[in-house]
């Protein structure tokens, strides 16, 4: 679960479910007794089943399973269905419905009753659920990540990992600058592999081999601006991995104008389909 994956309008879905869950717990309805004894001044919270009970499932429990639904689309695989529709279509239906079940208690109330908080509260909250459930993916504020993007680290190969002791301009492992190079085998040593033996002409050098040709494509670092899947290279239509916003990954090849070979940081390669919208590093 990366939680980069986020957009600003999951997070008002999710703060909208917070204040909904509130709400429920408020009065729903107040009445004005007038002063008389046996009549109670409020009818209580959506959680008293005997006096609300189309109040909870029809708004309430409606609209906070239509949030988690939402927000929990971020973190599967799409593409995933439940009864021929996303979890995103399901959350979306469930969110609206349960704000316009809180439109209809606000117009449609008990005779000689009150609006309450709670009523109050849980049409704001519902509505907005619904209103960034449908147009959150086309507005720009909504879409954009919830956490800043971090910046890419210093260029390195990919997943490599600086070697402890080497010197300048020596990688890995080699000898570090200004140490002593390796004595001179003494007389009757093996010589160093090239070396020709005594009393033999030295070997004409082999003929260098022309260079490959240079590819036009250089790998380069790039982030998603939301989840993207990464297919596999045979064509499988199951995704391998989902590449998350906020992270770095690393460009290998191009196939076509707008799809591109990236590899994950554990090391599975894969087909990006859609670089709409990426950021390079």
Known sequence: MNIRSLTRGDGVVIGAAVLLFIASFLNFYSVDCGGVSTCEDRIPSAWDTDQLNIVLPSIFLAGLIGAGLIVATRFLPEGRKVGGLTLAAWGTGLSVGAAWSALWALIVGPEGADLGAGSILAFLATLAVAGTAIAGPKVPALAGPLLPTPSPQAAQPYG??????????????????????????????????????????????????????????SPFWFAVPVARPLFPEDGSPTPLAELAPGTWYLAVDQRGPNTLIAQTQDGRRGVLNDTSGIQRG
């Open 160 to 217: 490599g990992q600086p070697q402890p002791g080497a010197g300048y301009g020596y990688p890995g492992g080699a000898t570090p600058y200004g140490n002593t190079p390796q004595p001179v085998p003494p007389y009757g040593g093996t010589p160093a592999p090239g070396t020709p033996a005594a009393g033999q002409a030295p070997q004409e050098p082999a003929a260098p081999q022309p260079a490959a040709p240079a590819s036009d494509f």
